[in-house]
């Protein structure tokens, strides 16, 4: 199904973005759609070079598989900055990966922000700026 086609089943109204997660994109998705994951974190510097505006609370995305088809719709519940040495035990519990520890979303995203960024020719560093999402699935909905 494509985020159109599922964006029109939902019923829901308004503006929504699709798209779809880096480094594992399925998994990833399936771990929305279980509900295992309710946060994600990017790079401050894509957005600013990119001239995007952050994500808002508020917002709905349709979360894409690495086949870019629809697995789910999210809505953004919450937003902030945060220096990468600064992420909580606590947001990186949300993300949902691994053994959800601090230490496992530390070792995993150095390799990924310094995998992304060596593409653009800069480097990682643990006072690197992400904007942390957090948000809920809202379609389907759970029985």
Sequence with gaps: MTAEEMWRQSGLSGEYEAWSFGGNPDGLAQLVLSGEKTATCSALCFYEMDNEPLPAQGEFSVILNSKDEAVCIIKTTKVYLSTFD??????????????????????????????????????????????????????????
């Design 86 to 143: 600064q992420v909580t035990p606590s947001h990186a519990f949300k993300e949902g990966e691994g053994d959800k520890s601090l230490k496992y979303w530390r070792k995993v995203h150095e390799e990924f922000f310094t995998e992304e960024l060596k593409e653009v020719d800069m480097k990682f560093g643990i006072n690197m700026t992400l904007v942390c999402e957090e948000f809920e699935v809202v379609w389907p909905k759970k029985a």
